[in-house]
């Protein structure tokens, strides 16, 4: 389908996947500075980014990580999805990562709270015990901030019969907005966050990691 110019889409995404995979979008890393991982999941997908900081204090992407969700992975919460997303991805740039310190950022303010979980069980304590051999951190980053691993585990847009790139459903956000209220682990986030308070182990476990 041709827009106006005469660029098809599929011209306009083969640009748009070659910047990303040169410079200076994409750069070879150097090991003398610190390693940024953002991570990001989404209802089908996960997805990273491995980035440092230019000598012009610019992020600059090293190398890029996604894969899509089993059947079994997608019936995971939000908070849990985020966290295998995190698992997968430390441990795809492990030659990277290893013996090194480094940032995880997620647009999961949840995660912030990895380390503090006490006496974890079950897949979470298989998950710590695989991430307790690097040194790392956990900070939370915005979504509008968090593009750069957002955008592409999300749902993908479809080109109408005039040639006009429209929403693949228009009242998305519509849905969205009441799918998060009717979450049980989205909606006692949001409202953790609206008291800007720090939740307790229990109540994080109970919800997220039965």
Not at 35 to 55: M, N, P, Q, W, Y
Not at 89 to 97: D, G, I, P, T
Request: glycine content about 4%; overall charge neutral; aromatic content about 10%.
């Amino acid at each position: 389908m041709c827009g106006s110019s005469g660029v098809t889409a599929q011209d306009s995404f083969d640009r748009l996947k070659r910047a990303l995979l040169s410079a200076p979008v994409l750069m070879l890393p150097d090991f003398g500075k610190d390693f940024l991982l953002d991570t990001d999941a989404s209802d089908k997908a996960i997805r990273a980014v491995l980035c440092h900081i230019g000598e012009s204090k610019e992020e600059h992407a090293l190398s890029y990580y996604s894969r899509c969700l089993s059947k079994a992975e997608r019936s995971y919460s939000a908070t849990r999805k985020e966290l295998l997303a995190i698992v997968n991805a430390v441990e795809h740039f492990r030659c990277y990562l290893w013996g090194r310190k480094f940032v995880a950022r997620t647009d999961h303010a949840a995660l912030q709270w990895l380390h503090n979980f006490k006496e974890p069980t079950g897949q979470l304590a298989r998950w710590l015990e695989r991430l307790a051999e690097y040194d790392y951190r956990v900070i939370h980053r915005g979504g509008t901030k968090h593009s750069n691993a957002d955008s592409l585990s999300r749902m993908p847009y479809d080109v109408n019969v005039v040639g006009q790139q429209t929403q693949l459903w228009p009242d998305m956000r519509k849905e969205l907005i009441e799918a998060q209220e009717s979450d049980p682990d989205l909606s006692r986030l949001k409202e953790w966050l609206l008291v800007m308070e720090k939740p307790s182990f229990d109540s994080v476990v109970s919800g997220s990691f039965p």
